[in-house]
């Protein structure tokens, strides 16, 4: 592929240039197309049965993008009560949330416990609490349990979310003493979930997960839901070509698998998945502005205003995003490239965003555009440095454009002190 930006349409006839001169850079930028086109896609994964993918709002928060998951009729899963709170501000509707926290305090599982929203305990420490919290307002109250399947995979080490190095989750030989604490504080169980890591285009893994937790989900009787985690991969490679999630083969290989426990089971739960990823992430770009070119040592290095702040995942975890090169609002062909490497502006070595990559030649004042960046991108961002966050806008279905989060000013910075 030559150009992901013009392939899709992204900008919808939107000159780049104009956009990064009127909002400034480094800027997000979000097309409702299709991020639009990615919700419709994950909430028909099953269809045989009752399902319902659920947003894992930490890929990206914005309140306008909630809203668009609202209106393709997904439901959300938080982390926290700050994520609880998007959601409701947001419109969702409590029995449309599913809380996921992990190592949380009282206020928290409060604040879900007073909203009526289903929360999941990620400990037997966890499920104690929240049954305290539960007893002291004298009622008891629906809750679910996170489990360690025993088995994790991903993209990095640092988003591997099951196995026996993990955090995550109750171990499968603690399962009887859950029943323990539910009998103790009169809670009652409705639902398991799981989660083993992100980023699959090899659909084996997740299958695999599916198989695991069904097995361990023979043991609990009476559930009204059992969630599968996330973990569907978007090809972060696609200028090479990188082939897509096989999501069509996905589902003709998930159905039997549900077919057989519904068969043993006697009943289809309600079945769940938590998409996050997926969802945004082909949906945003980052515009930066080329602010200098140099050479050092006989290694060629652009430097840009998307620093490690504004998209800390190549630094955090090795991540690649696939690069555009625009120059006068007009996307610079693949031809005639040389090794670069492009950084950010943040005073540390690590602040690389791609390192010795072959793009066409860049010019100071050229804008990159970075891809797939709608996922743990603005969310991930920072003020290190005591740089800027910047602005964030959707280009909507008619062209338009929308600012859905403006630009931090410094008055922001200073606020707090």
């Given at each position: ?100 926290p992990n190592n949380v305090g009282d206020e928290e599982l409060e604040f879900a416990i007073d909203n009526g929203i289903v929360t999941s305990l ?283 989060r403006r630009r931090e000013t410094y008055e922001d910075l200073m606020s707090l002190f």
């Open positions: 592929m030559n150009s992901y930006i013009e392939a899709s349409d992204f900008f919808k006839g939107n000159d780049p240039e104009k956009l990064a001169e009127e909002y400034k850079t480094p800027l997000y930028v979000y097309s409702e197309d299709i991020i639009r086109e990615h919700m419709a896609t994950v909430a028909k994964v099953i269809t045989k049965y009752d399902y319902t993918a659920n947003y894992s709002v930490k890929a990206n928060t914005n309140i306008e993008i909630l809203k668009l998951a609202l209106g393709e009729g997904i439901n959300c899963d938080a982390m926290s009560e700050g994520e609880l709170r998007m959601l409701l501000k947001a419109g969702f509707p409590s029995e449309r949330i599913f809380f996921v990620d400990s037997l420490s966890q499920l104690e609490k929240y049954g305290r919290l539960a007893a002291s307002k004298n009622a008891g109250y629906e809750c679910a349990v996170r489990i360690n399947p025993g088995v994790g995979a991903g993209h990095s080490e640092k988003v591997i979310t099951g196995g026996k190095k993990t955090k995550f989750g109750i171990a499968e030989e603690d399962i009887p003493k859950i029943y323990d604490i539910l009998d103790k504080y009169g809670l009652k169980l409705v639902g398991i979930n799981q989660h083993i890591g992100s980023q699959f285009l090899d659909p084996k893994p997740y299958l695999d997960a599916v198989e695991n937790l069904l097995r361990i989900a023979r043991g609990f009787k009476g559930l009204k839901f059992i969630d599968f985690g996330g973990g569907y991969g978007i090809p972060y490679h696609k200028l090479d070509d990188e082939a897509v999630y096989p999501m069509e083969d996905f589902k003709a290989r998930l159905i039997p698998i549900l077919d057989a426990f519904v068969a043993d089971y006697g009943y289809a739960p309600l079945f769940k998945s938590e998409p996050g990823r997926f969802c945004v992430a082909e949906g945003g770009v980052i515009l930066g502005r080329v602010h200098a070119v140099k050479e050092n040592a006989g290694r060629r290095y652009a430097g840009t205003d998307v620093g490690m702040n504004v998209l800390i995942r190549p630094a955090m975890y090795d991540s690649y995003h696939d690069v555009e090169i625009i120059r006068d609002g007009r996307v610079v062909l693949r031809e005639d490239m040389s090794e670069i490497t492009v950084t950010g502006p943040i005073c540390e070595s690590g602040d690389i965003l791609a390192k010795e990559r072959m793009l066409p030649k860049i010019q100071e004042d050229d804008l990159v555009c970075v891809l797939d960046a709608g996922a743990y991108g603005y969310s991930m961002a920072s003020a290190y440095n005591s740089r800027l966050r910047p602005a964030e806008i959707m280009i909507c279905h008619d062209g338009s454009v929308k600012l859905i």
